[in-house]
């Protein structure tokens, strides 16, 4: 459904630049986290997220609980970094411990 | 590479048949979880367990599918009857804990014919 959603779907950058991706939430996320998925479909981990912001290289993330967003900066693109990206909402009052996916933003760096 | 070792990578069958697949999860994880993701990219929890035990399950789960995670043995989800809507990608990912973040499997990659 609805209750995670993620923009943009699709989005195609040059190498070099930077954009962000977002995630709103309709339900009381607790936690949050980002993943990568390759073209074999394997699901690699880039952030776990309590309310706050965390780095890592040209990646940043931010996860605001009380306005129900996450952001998902991305700085210098590189061709490595296509990939479809999925946040998720972990919502342990609601839904217990499962997470709650959008339905992801594919990324497209050209050179 | 993913510490979390799914197998098979891909998996065909026709309708009825059985449909197998195993996870052995990251080292020191107690707490596994399944998630079927279709070709929209749409994501849906399967069945967790901490340990042995189921934490929780949907009702699709529950009456098609059987799943453990044996002590000293690679989890399993198993479709009893496969159908054409089962066709998709098998997540499994493991957890320290309840309420940390997942390692994911690189995924079954199921087809029913």
Redesign the interface.
């Known amino acids: 459904g609805d209750k995670v959603k993620q923009s943009p779907s699709a989005l195609s950058l040059q190498e070099g630049t930077n954009s962000a991706l977002r995630c709103n939430f309709s339900i009381a996320a607790?936690?949050v986290?980002w993943?990568l998925q390759n073209p074999?479909?394997?699901?690699i981990?880039l952030f776990?997220l309590v309310p706050g912001t965390k780095e890592n290289g040209r990646l940043k993330s931010t996860f605001n609980s009380k306005e129900s967003y996450s952001t998902l900066h991305i700085r210098d693109a590189q061709l490595e970094d296509s990939g479809?990206y999925?946040c998720?909402a972990?919502d342990?009052g609601g839904?217990?411990?499962?997470?709650i996916?959008g339905?992801?933003t594919l990324l497209s760096v050209k050179p | 590479n993913s510490k979390v070792i799914q197998t098979p990578r891909y998996l065909v069958k026709g309708q009825g048949q059985k449909a197998k697949m195993r996870c052995i999860p990251e080292k020191g994880h107690p707490v596994v979880f399944w998630y079927q993701q279709n070709k929209n990219n749409e994501f849906k929890f399967l069945i967790n367990f901490q340990n042995q035990e189921v934490l929780q399950q949907i009702d699709m789960t529950e009456k098609r599918f059987s799943a453990e995670c044996p002590s000293n043995s690679p989890c399993s989800l198993e479709i009893q009857s496969s159908e054409a809507g089962d066709s998709a990608l098998y997540l499994c990912a493991s957890s320290r804990q309840i309420n940390s973040d997942y390692t994911f499997g690189s995924g079954t990659r199921l087809l029913v014919i």
């Not at chain 1, 839904?95 to 997470?99: E, H, P, Q, V, Y």
């Open positions: 607790t936690t986290q993943f074999r479909g394997s699901l981990n776990y479809t999925f998720a972990g342990y839904s217990g411990n499962k997470l996916f339905t992801g």
